[in-house]
């Protein structure tokens, strides 16, 4: 008897640990994002508002310009002329000036630009603290300051 429950006890164990490095894996690998203070964050096509969430699932970002219906396949920015590049090659995005919809935006090949955004709206998965995928959501591009694709580091 006490032997079965050394041993059901050792299983919970490794189950615990299991599940823990599993959210911890699916946690490390998600994007951060930052909502602006004065963020109503309002889902586009529900009309919910969303509770607030820190992480967003690797590869759910899409930037859409006039329809939600379809996202752009790339980023779209004015610099010195209408510029894109691919979503895949951004590292970060931080609002630099609301007013005028400007971001610094740092590229994974080290490069970097201080662009007016062309882009309106955004949608993401978010991930919850537990690691959690929950459903996705539309917000507008302004209710966010900060969009962080470099790996995490605990």
Known sequence: MRRRM???????????????VVVDAQTKDAVRIAFDDQAKRVDLRTGKTIPLCTLAERGSIRFYLNRLD??????????????????????????VQPRFAIWRIRFASGGKNTPRVQHKAVSFIPVTA?????????????????????EQVN
């Open 6 to 20: 050394l041993r059901l006890a050792g299983v919970a164990a490794i189950l615990v640990m299991m599940c823990g």
């Open 70 to 95: 379809r996202a752009d396949e790339f980023f779209h920015f004015y610099h010195d002329g209408l510029r894109t590049a691919r979503i895949t090659d951004l590292e970060q995005m931080e609002k």
């Open 130 to 150: 537990e690691g959690k995928a929950g459903e996705r959501v539309y917000l507008r591009l302004d209710d966010l300051k900060l969009i962080d694709w470099r």
